[in-house]
C-alpha cells in the first residue's frame, strides 16, 4: 500500500473511533466493515448498530 492510502486508513479508523467515544451512530455492515451509518444507508445496506460506550 501507498503511504497516502495507509494515511486515509488510520484517519478513518481515528475518525470511527472517535465516533464510537461521543456515542455516533456507527454500525457493522454485512461485510463485517465498521461504518457510519448514513454511509450504510447511502448504499442501502441493512447494518448492526454498535451499542453505545462499546468499543470492538
Do not use: C, Y
Amino acid at each position: 500500500m501507498s503511504d497516502q492510502n495507509d494515511d486515509a486508513v488510520v484517519a478513518r479508523r481515528k475518525a470511527l473511533a472517535q465516533a464510537l467515544k461521543n456515542g455516533q451512530d456507527v454500525v457493522v455492515a454485512p461485510s463485517g466493515e465498521v461504518e457510519f451509518k448514513a454511509e450504510a444507508q447511502q448504499e442501502g445496506q441493512t447494518a448492526i448498530q454498535v451499542p453505545s460506550g462499546k468499543l470492538a
